[in-house]
């Protein structure tokens, strides 16, 4: 390769980048625009088919690389040129009602994941129809759709015979219908994720999907105000559920036996037969209301239950929790935490009556617990005292608390030490969280494998130490 003439002599440069293997040419490829990568095809013979085997492709509307075609054209050309195109990023700008008639037809056969994502705020929905009889759609595999799309799937739906993932982030649908019909055209689907955005009115949507494993809903706010959507949900098989949404009504038809792991926000008031078909999960994280407790029965036992995490709303009640814990009975893990929501649900924490025998999973199975926000009042004072008082099998407490005073910290800690623990094998984690003081974090352990102290040193961040006096209880073993 003559690259330029010193005197009379010429100086040659050898083309090394050419003589690269094709997957370093690929990801070289990979960091620049469309257009720059297809026009490398002009270099060389060795570079005119590199671009074509390019696996994965980004179209950008926003990037000034396109050219004069126009973007939609520039797709419509240059996408049936690809050869090994396994996943497509297209992100759009504006306004487009060119993607079933420009952008579907072609695309080869071989695509396995697509994202269209239309960032964009103000301006018309773009409808998006899914065109039948289309090859593109028979080998997809993840399909995400994000922002301004409105879908609307007629009557003789498309078919995604391979599709397993779906995602749908703040997507709108021309009808009802246009909802079931996409998920019916989806045989083997496994994954989907649902974000809708809240608008104004009453919807049904029914959602039936044998094969799926994994669900996620969340609702996304919109500043016009909210809604009041219903959603009748058939999915036997389900595995994962996360639903984070208090306006929604979600009626589960049957039963969801192999559900493992939930994770619910819901307005509990709205939806009375969801705490059964959770019944059957391992791992559960969910909000605590006192209406939660009133609806459960001895008839509903949570018997698979290992790992509870509870969302502490409104005022703490210590026998609002310990009435709970009776329905966990092999519960090994305990974690609380306190927010504090714009909605209050109830406060009929009064019809909740005492707690009497010691709940089983205490005295049995439970192994540790973790408290974010402890504020040291009656009702959390009691329930941390008769917690570590008759968890035998307890091993790590960890309490977060929640003060602006340092002094106030000083002495939530020294009561939290001193309350008496059933086994001597259980030791106590404190972190403080005292808001406005130094970086605001300390904690303490306590080694088991040597000598228990009298004083308990506390060192935080930054590096100041405060010590504290600790006593501890021990307790001969539990006999079996």
Known sequence: MKAARLGSEEVTYPDRISQLPDDLLLRILSLVPVRTAMSTSLLSKRWKPVWKMMPMLVYDETCPYIGSLGFDLFCGVSLPLHEALKTLNLKLGKYSDSIDTLLFPNIGSNLLDMTINLNYYYGYYTPIKFPNNLNVFKTLFVLKLQGKIVLDVVDSPVCFPSLKILHLTCVDFQCEESFTRLLSSCPVLEDLFLQRLCSGGRFLFNMSVPSLQRLSITSEPAYYGSDEPRLEISTPCLKYLKIFDRCGYYNFLEDMPKLVEADVSVDMSKNENLLRVLSSVEHLVICLYPSMVLDLTDSLIFNRLLHLELDVCN??????????????????????????????????????????????????????????????????????????????????????????????????????????????????????????????????KVDLSKLLANNVEMETYEGNVITLEATYRRLPPICS
């Open 315 to 444: 005022s703490f009640r210590s026998n609002l929790l310990l009435r709970l814990l009776k329905y966990f009975p092999n519960l090994q893990s305990l974690k609380l935490g306190r927010t504090y929501p714009k909605d209050t649900e109830d406060q009929l924490y009064c019809l909740v009556s005492e707690q009497g025998s010691v709940p089983k999973c205490l005295s049995i199975h439970l192994e540790s617990i973790q408290w974010t926000g402890y504020g040291g009042t009656l009702d959390e004072r009691e329930a941390a005292a008769y917690i570590l008082k008759n968890a035998h099998r307890l091993k790590t407490a960890t309490i977060r608390l929640h003060t602006t005073c340092m002094e106030n910290g000083q002495i939530m800690m020294k009561d939290l030490t001193s309350m008496s623990k059933a086994l001597a094998s259980c030791y106590l984690v404190g972190v403080r969280n005292l808001n406005g003081f130094s970086s605001g974090l300390a904690q303490a």
